[in-house]
């Protein structure tokens, strides 16, 4: 196991943000990584590359097409029709879309088949499988205690129930409540049982994607929702697409440094971590977006960040909550049981530091 030390937001940290910035955009500069705004046809090193992005699910996304050989009428076709899959998956499976199969569902009354749409029913299986091999650090039907945080659709304020109010909504949760049905229906054992899947959506939608983008015959492609990002063949330089992973400083920015850069191709990116959506408790404690379902309460251990790698979007998604609610410890031996997926844990310090273990199979995956 090897350990690169980051020191903590400061005025030689600033200094050193910059150096490695400088470094990171130079490097992303030469293997053809920048982002693109707009849509159209825009000249790189070696291949021409279509790039464009938009918004969906509360967060950016970034399409690019490598020697797609599209034309403007083209993009704006592919265009529409990844907008129209992205407004799919949210009528499908959003919590902020009232009519949505998954808000209808979390209306719905318990002990009664609920039919969903296929992808819905396959991402909610996923889930499940999910849950079961981390003996519950991930859940999907953590809805109740996501919103009793302040995390969630109903509410954005952030308080800390009583010890009452959360036995309470621990009393609505749990995994092993909810069924999928051979024909596809969700049935939930307790009326008040509610899905999230905050955790996988971005993940499949990123799939979803790369779906439609295989579908026309591209093969060298990059499709990203704010961190979840997918990869296939070959980047403009005609190498590995290189990603960074940034390092989990307190709303990270877009000046702020790369803890590591990877090169991926044909697999898929996922960071989860504390330091983007959070607030500090009267007791100084750091409380997170990420609930351990166990407890019914944000993450607490020295975990700021993790990303996994891994066969696809929806699977790194996944796995990188999980392993964040299990920790480093527990985490590295889930994620070293696995073959298909490998991932660079950050360890927060007690001196406000910070630490890097790679999982044992991460540096051969990131390879250039």
């Avoid at 199969?101 to 029913?121: G, H, I, Q, T």
């Avoid at 302040?150 to 009393?171: C, I, N, W, Y």
């Avoid at 999230?196 to 790369?210: N, R, S």
């Avoid at 607490?300 to 929806?314: E, F, I, K, R």
Wanted: aromatic share 8%; net charge neutral; with cysteine.
């Amino acid at each position: 196991m090897t350990e690169l030390d980051l020191l903590p937001r400061s005025t030689k940290l600033a200094r050193e943000m910059r150096i490695l910035r400088a470094s990171y955009v130079s490097r992303m500069a030469a293997w053809g990584f920048a982002l693109l705004s707009g849509a159209g046809v825009v000249a790189a090193a070696d291949f021409p590359v279509v790039a464009w992005q938009g918004r969906t699910m509360g967060s950016p996304y970034t399409v690019k097409i490598v020697d797609g050989k599209l034309d403007d009428a083209g993009v704006t076709a592919i265009k529409a029709e990844i907008e129209q899959i992205l407004l799919e998956v949210n009528r499908q499976m959003s919590n902020y879309v009232p009519e949505s199969e998954l808000s209808r569902f979390n209306r719905a009354e318990a002990k009664v088949p609920f039919k969903v749409s296929p992808d819905f029913a396959r991402v909610v299986r996923f889930s499940l499988e999910l849950s079961r091999l981390s003996n519950g650090a991930f859940d999907p039907t953590l809805g109740p205690l996501i919103n009793l945080w302040g995390f969630g659709e109903q509410t954005k304020d952030h308080l800390v129930p009583s010890a009452e109010v959360l036995r309470a909504k621990m009393a609505e949760i749990g995994w092993q409540l909810l069924t999928v049905t051979a024909d596809g229906e969700l049935v939930k054992d307790l009326p008040h049982l509610a899905l999230d899947l905050g955790a996988v959506a971005k993940g499949f939608g990123v799939d979803q994607m790369i779906r439609v983008l295989r579908g026309h015959g591209w093969e060298n492609i990059y499709a990203s929702i704010a961190g979840e990002v997918r990869v296939l063949g070959h980047n403009p330089r005609g190498t590995k697409w290189a990603l960074g992973i940034s390092v989990p400083v307190d709303q990270w920015r877009e000046n702020d440094p790369m803890a590591a850069t990877v090169s991926i191709s044909g697999q898929a990116l996922s960071t989860s971590g504390d330091y983007q959506k959070f607030f500090i408790d009267p007791q100084g404690r750091r409380m997170c977006h990420i609930i351990d379902a166990r407890t019914g309460t944000p993450v607490q251990h020295n975990l700021a960040g993790v990303t996994v790698v891994g066969p696809d979007s929806m699977t790194a998604d996944g796995i990188s909550t999980t392993l964040f609610v299990l920790g480093p410890e527990a985490g590295m031996k889930f994620i070293d049981a696995r073959e298909d997926a490998a991932a660079l844990f950050i360890i927060r310090q007690a001196d406000g530091s910070l630490r890097q273990f790679p999982s044992r199979r991460f540096a051969a995956m990131t390879a250039p």
